[in-house]
């Protein structure tokens, strides 16, 4: 799961603002307030299955800047320490938190009504990239998380 310390230390190139976002069938809503942390693209086996696609794209806030401002998402424990949340509804995935990062929550930035307010920094669990994915954006690449790259 991408938690980027480097991209949150290079940050401020986030804009601030209020984002909001929610799932396909309008159920679940959120508000996102002020700068996101960071943004990457996770290539993990556990990211693919739980969004049915090749890769995840993630955007990090502090847990105190989201507020659900409709339904309460249904979730689901992939791993211990971690919450998936997603439409009980519809099945959209809408965050992932972890314990390993315990004061961030990760929404998935395809679900924000206005994805391309964010610009993603990087690329995570590229070990994990499928073969047939061919990627040419020029971003940097972590084989892990870029904490986990020195081992
Ligand atoms: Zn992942
Ligand atoms: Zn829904």
């Known amino acids: 799961?991408?938690?980027?310390?480097?991209?949150?230390h290079s940050g401020g190139q986030h804009s601030g603002g209020q984002r909001s976002g929610g799932c396909l069938c309008g159920a679940v809503r959120y508000l996102a307030e002020g700068a996101p942390l960071?943004?990457?693209?996770?290539?993990?086996?556990?990211?693919?299955?739980?969004?049915?696609?090749a890769m995840a794209t993630y955007v990090g806030y502090l847990r105190p800047q989201v507020r659900q401002t409709g339904a309460e998402p249904a979730s689901y424990a992939s791993s211990p320490g971690v919450v998936r949340r997603f439409c009980g509804r519809c099945g959209t995935p809408?965050?992932?938190?972890?314990?390993?990062?315990?004061?961030?929550?990760?929404?998935?930035?395809?679900?924000?009504?206005?994805?391309?307010?964010?610009?993603?920094?990087?690329?995570?669990y590229t070990a994990e990239q499928?073969?047939?994915?061919?990627?040419?954006?020029?971003?940097?690449?972590?084989?892990?998380?870029?904490?986990?790259?020195?081992?």
């Open 130 to 151: 499928l073969s047939w994915l061919k990627l040419e954006d020029g971003l940097p690449r972590h084989a892990g998380t870029t904490s986990d790259d020195q081992g």
């Open 1 to 8: 799961m991408p938690n980027q310390e480097s991209f949150q």
């Open 94 to 124: 809408i965050s992932y938190e972890g314990e390993r990062w315990p004061d961030q929550i990760h929404l998935f930035l395809c679900t924000f009504d206005e994805p391309e307010s964010v610009q993603p920094e990087g690329h995570v």
């Open 38 to 53: 960071w943004s990457a693209h996770c290539h993990c086996r556990s990211c693919r299955r739980a969004t049915g696609s």
